[in-house]
């Protein structure tokens, strides 16, 4: 899907298919009015520089098959906005935006992600003859206006850095401030989020929802340029050491609890912001 604005009228539903791959490429839109949209393949790529956005007034599914895969392509740096009633990635779906960004909202639903179904923009690093070009880890951003985000367990947002960089890794948004964010409707898993790479850091996170599901948070060591977790309903008890650069816990309406140790210090100093609506 290339170049060019599409718009799809007097459809129910409108099913892009693909054996290998749907890849969105140039800059472009689609539109489907009331329409649904459905992507079916092993995977949704986004490609070099693609600038694209996606937007229907029902909802945007993604459909996926156990045999999707990562590609090692250098296709980097492409953004991909996703604006819907609801937005569900199925079952193994596959988004690849390595290096890129990605922004999928739900204005009225929920943002969802099924079993092991994957966005990956993770960074990407490439040689020119003596020297490598590292491109960072991309942005993810998920946004339900009034529900809730839903990921199952072993489903995956993968900003990490290129494999044998680290310290390149994205930046996360999880932004569901009038539902929760939540995996199986319960206390969320952080595993979504902590990367593929064993002692990755750079990365920035942040979340502003009314529950995580659980009073406890557990933050990824990936994310140590930036954590700021805005919880508006109930408490927040930290339960796992933090060290980051910029550090914001904030449990609006509830009690905030530290029973751990938060780590700014370096080079240039780092800030801690601690807000408790009842202590």
């Known amino acids: 899907l290339g170049a060019g604005d599409k718009a799809y009228g007097g459809f129910s539903k409108v099913t892009f298919a693909g054996t290998d791959e749907v890849a969105l490429r140039d800059t472009g839109s689609i539109e489907t009015g009331g329409g649904n949209l459905e992507f079916d393949t092993p995977r ?3 490609g070099s520089g693609a600038l694209q956005t996606i937007a229907s007034s029902a909802k945007v599914t993604i459909t996926g098959t156990d045999s999707g895969v990562v590609t090692d392509a250098p296709e980097i740096g492409g953004s991909l906005t996703v604006t819907a009633a609801s937005v569900d990635f199925a079952e193994n779906a596959l988004l690849q935006a390595s290096a890129g960004g990605v922004l999928l909202e739900a204005l009225s639903g929920d943002v969802h992600l099924g079993s092991n179904a994957r ?3 993770a960074g990407y690093a490439q040689d020119f003859f003596d020297v490598t070009r590292i491109a960072s880890g991309g942005d993810v951003r998920l946004v339900s206006d009034t529900g809730d985000i839903a990921a199952s367990a072993n489903s995956r947002i993968d900003v990490s850095s290129p494999e044998g960089y680290l310290g390149y890794a994205g930046s996360i948004h999880l932004i569901a401030a009038n539902g929760g964010v939540l995996t199986n409707g319960s206390a969320f898993n952080m595993d979504v989020i902590a990367g593929s790479q064993t002692g990755d850091s750079g990365g920035r996170l942040a979340i502003d929802t009314r529950t995580l599901g659980t009073t406890e948070l557990s933050v990824p060591t990936l994310f140590s340029d930036t954590v700021d977790i805005h919880v508006r309903n109930g408490d927040l008890e ?9 550090v914001s816990l904030t449990a609006a309406r509830g009690e905030l609890s530290i029973a751990h140790t938060i780590d ?9 912001s601690l807000f408790g609506g009842r202590g």
């Not at 700014?264 to 801690?272: F, M, P, Q, T, V």
Request: proline share 0%; aromatic share 4%; charged share 10%.
């Open 119 to 121: 966005i990956y923009a």
């Open 238 to 246: 930290l339960a796992s050491d933090i060290r980051a650069g910029l």
């Open 264 to 272: 700014a210090s370096g080079a240039k100093g780092g800030s801690i």
């Open 44 to 46: 949704v790529l986004v």
